[in-house]
Structure formats: C-alpha cells, structure tokens
C-alpha cells in the first residue's frame, strides 16, 4: 500500500515537472512575443511622427530648385563681373 502510494507520488511529481518545463517554454515565447511587439510599437510611433514620403519629396524638390536658382544666380554674378572688369583689366595692361 504504501509502495503504490509512493509509486504514485513520483508519477505526480515527474507529471508537474513536465508540467513545469511546459510551462517554462510558453512563458520564454510569452516574453519573447511582448519584447517583440514592444520594439514594434516604438518603430510603429518613430515612423508615425515622420512626414510621409509625397510632403519629403515636395520639400525636396523645392530645396533642389532653391538650389539650382542660387547656383545659376551666382554664375550670372560672375559672369557679369568678369564682363565689367576683364576690359578695365585689359586696357590697364595693354599701358605696360
């Protein structure tokens, strides 16, 4: 009697450690799949605060073509300089 007793007391205890490992894995994939979502969440909240990609382009393109008049603007102004002190330079070198 007391041997089945004892019997049955090991199978109990070796059924909760199974039990036990079972339960050890669900909560690592548990933990797993919050850390996961979490990290989620915070790239979900990053991208959310950003421009979306039609305002970015629109202000890329106003920036290129602000660029693009400030080039051609400064190439004028040189252009217009070498244009007004090239012949000054020139008649002061042809009195050498």
């Known amino acids: ?3 089945d007793l004892g019997e049955e007391v090991k ?3 070796e059924e909760t450690k199974k039990e036990i490992d079972s339960s050890k894995s669900l ?3 548990a933990t797993k799949h919050r850390k996961h979502s979490m990290e989620y969440d915070a ?3 990053l991208i959310e605060s950003k421009p979306d990609r ?3 382009d629109g202000k890329r ?3 290129e ?6 080039t051609v603007s400064y190439s004028m102004d040189n ?8 012949p000054i330079h020139a008649s002061s070198c042809a009195l050498y």
């Open 11 to 13: 199978h109990e205890i």
């Open 27 to 29: 909560l690592e994939e």
């Open 1 to 3: 009697m007391y041997a």
């Open 43 to 45: 790239l979900a909240k």
């Open 54 to 56: 039609k305002i970015t």
């Open 61 to 63: 393109q106003e920036i």
């Open 79 to 86: 252009y217009y300089y070498y244009q007004s002190v090239l």
């Open 65 to 70: 073509t602000d660029l693009l008049l400030i």
